[in-house]
């Protein structure tokens, strides 16, 4: 359904029009090109483009931080898919999962999400991931309001229970 291939800087016009989009604005933060362009070179990140396989068009990114951690704790940052809805997010999620345990030996994969991110939260639950906690209006919104972020993580184990790579396929 997509394949995941390493961003260039000729991919950072769509990674921030997706960003800018107000269907995503509302729940990731946006960065400057600057802040994409270092990205790509840090060793700590891995900076993703999505595909999908029919035709081979960029649907998506995400970004995998943490991956020089000593402690082998790796964030899954700004999933993006801009083809909702059909099981891309899951597929591009699977992917990230994977490449986190399997090609950067992770010990735990985390990340934070919106508490009003229904659709993101449902995803990561049905995926395994564990809610650890809120932290209670930590961010405040273009409208003045404030929102809060619930943090959630896979372990290793958890990983394995689930099928390891064949499980996140
Ligand atoms: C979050 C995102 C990556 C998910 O990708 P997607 O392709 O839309 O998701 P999928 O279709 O693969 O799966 C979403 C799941 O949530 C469910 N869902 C959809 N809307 C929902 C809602 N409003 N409330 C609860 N669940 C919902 C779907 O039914 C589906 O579950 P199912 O497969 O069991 O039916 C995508 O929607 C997106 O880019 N959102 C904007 C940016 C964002 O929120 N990123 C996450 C930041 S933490």
Same mark, same amino acid.
């Given at each position: 359904?997509?394949?995941?291939?390493?961003?260039?800087?000729?991919?950072?016009?769509?990674?921030?029009?997706?960003?800018?989009?107000?269907?995503?604005?509302?729940?990731?933060?946006?960065?400057?090109?600057?802040?994409? *362009?270092?990205? @790509?070179?840090? #060793?700590?990140?891995?900076?993703?483009?999505? $595909?999908?396989?029919? %035709?081979?068009?960029?649907? +998506?990114?995400?970004? *995998?931080?943490? @991956?020089?951690? #000593?402690?082998?704790?790796?964030?899954?940052? $700004?999933?993006?898919? %801009?083809?909702?809805?059909? +099981?891309?997010?899951?597929?591009?999620?699977?992917?990230?999962?994977?490449?986190?345990?399997?090609?950067?030996?992770?010990?735990?994969?985390?990340?934070?999400?919106?508490?009003?991110?229904?659709?993101?939260?449902?995803?990561?639950?049905?995926?395994?991931?564990?809610?650890?906690?809120?932290?209670?209006?930590?961010?405040?919104?273009?409208?003045?309001?404030?929102?809060?972020?619930?943090?959630?993580?896979?372990?290793?184990?958890?990983?394995?229970?689930?099928?390891?790579?064949?499980?996140?396929?």
């Amino acid at each position: 359904m997509i394949s995941v291939h390493p961003t260039t800087s000729d991919d950072l016009d769509f990674v921030q029009a997706l960003e800018a989009d107000w269907q995503n604005g509302q729940y990731i933060t946006q960065w400057r090109r600057a802040q994409h *362009l270092e990205a @790509l070179s840090d #060793p700590d990140c891995a900076h993703r483009i999505v $595909r999908a396989s029919a %035709d081979g068009a960029k649907i +998506g990114f995400f970004m *995998l931080w943490g @991956l020089q951690s #000593p402690h082998r704790c790796i964030e899954f940052r $700004r999933i993006v898919v %801009d083809r909702k809805g059909c +099981g891309a997010g899951r597929a591009a999620l699977r992917a990230g999962i994977r490449m986190a345990f399997t090609e950067h030996d992770a010990h735990r994969v985390w990340l934070d999400v919106k508490s009003h991110n229904a659709r993101a939260r449902q995803l990561y639950q049905s995926e395994g991931l564990v809610e650890e906690g809120t932290l209670r209006e930590c961010l405040i919104a273009p409208d003045g309001h404030y929102e809060s972020m619930v943090l959630m993580s896979l372990l290793r184990t958890e990983f394995e229970a689930r099928g390891g790579p064949a499980g996140f396929s």
